[in-house]
């Protein structure tokens, strides 16, 4: 009974508690029926296993092995597993689909400063970025999305999650805005409330992000002030943060975009 206490004390919106009979050896096979259900209906569940975990092998421990993944998320180091990859040629199918594109991008007002920040962001938030690209992240240039209200100057996918996205004011090129999401749960502990954040990063803002590749455990961070985006970037309990969210993701299923449709602006060197 005392952990339905701490769940009263921690999460104030619980209005009753069920229960059900199960015989021990099936808890796992209940919860997880319990939590699929849920989840198809549309509910937010705040359980953590079975949830934003991920049982057995997947598809990113073929090619990045756990202990590995593991260590990038906890250290913040770059996984070195790409050396000798070959470049995409300029008359790839994919540059050469989307070319035009790419050249309004360039002569875009924050064309510059966006490619920045997206080069900081794939050095610190993406595993071992050449290797998965295309597979289990995509970037995507000046996408259709929300065009005619929010356009959008470039956004980068993980799994079917929109885990960065950068864009301007409607009619207004040069005013930025931006959101990055991150894993609610971790950021929590030591950033309890709104508020708690906005001590750190002044002009932002949070909220609840529902997308259903990253599970329940994810919070979006928005500002219009791109230096802001950039130094949540940078910090390093952010970029866990995130890096933890994008290895969930990524576990659970290849990018939905898919190769052929995306344009990759650049790579870390």
């Not at 050896?25 to 296993?49: C, F, P, Y």
């Amino acid at each position: 009974m005392k952990r339905f206490g701490q769940h009263r004390a921690k999460y104030a919106s619980i209005t009753s508690f069920g229960f059900r009979p199960t015989k021990k050896t099936r808890l796992d096979v209940e919860e997880r029926q319990a939590i699929e259900h849920a989840e198809r209906i549309g509910l937010l569940l705040t359980n953590k296993a079975l949830v934003t975990d991920v049982l057995g092998e997947t598809d990113l421990d073929l090619l990045i092995a756990p202990s590995a993944q593991k260590r990038w998320v906890e250290s913040g180091r770059a996984i070195r597993l790409d050396s000798g990859l070959p470049k995409i040629p300029e008359d790839d199918v994919r540059r050469m689909r989307y070319r035009k594109r790419y050249l309004g991008f360039e002569d875009h007002p924050m064309a510059r400063t966006t490619t920045r920040l997206l080069s900081e962001y794939v050095k610190r938030c993406i595993p071992a970025p050449p290797l998965t690209a295309g597979s289990f992240w995509a970037l995507n240039c000046m996408p259709a999305t929300n065009r005619s209200t929010w356009p959008r100057l470039a956004a980068v996918n993980v799994n079917r999650m929109e885990a960065l996205v950068l864009g301007h004011e409607k009619n207004i090129p040069d005013r930025f805005w931006g959101f990055v999401n991150v894993s609610l749960s971790v950021v929590e502990e030591k950033y309890p409330s709104e508020r708690a954040l906005r001590r750190v990063f002044v002009d932002v803002e949070a909220d609840i992000a529902r997308y259903t590749a990253a599970g329940q455990d994810q919070l979006r961070i928005r500002s219009t002030n791109m230096d802001t985006i950039l130094s949540l970037l940078r910090d390093p309990l952010i970029a866990r943060l995130h890096a933890t969210l994008t290895c969930a993701s990524c576990e659970k299923a290849a990018c939905s975009t898919g190769a052929t449709t995306v344009t990759i602006l650049l790579m870390p060197s």
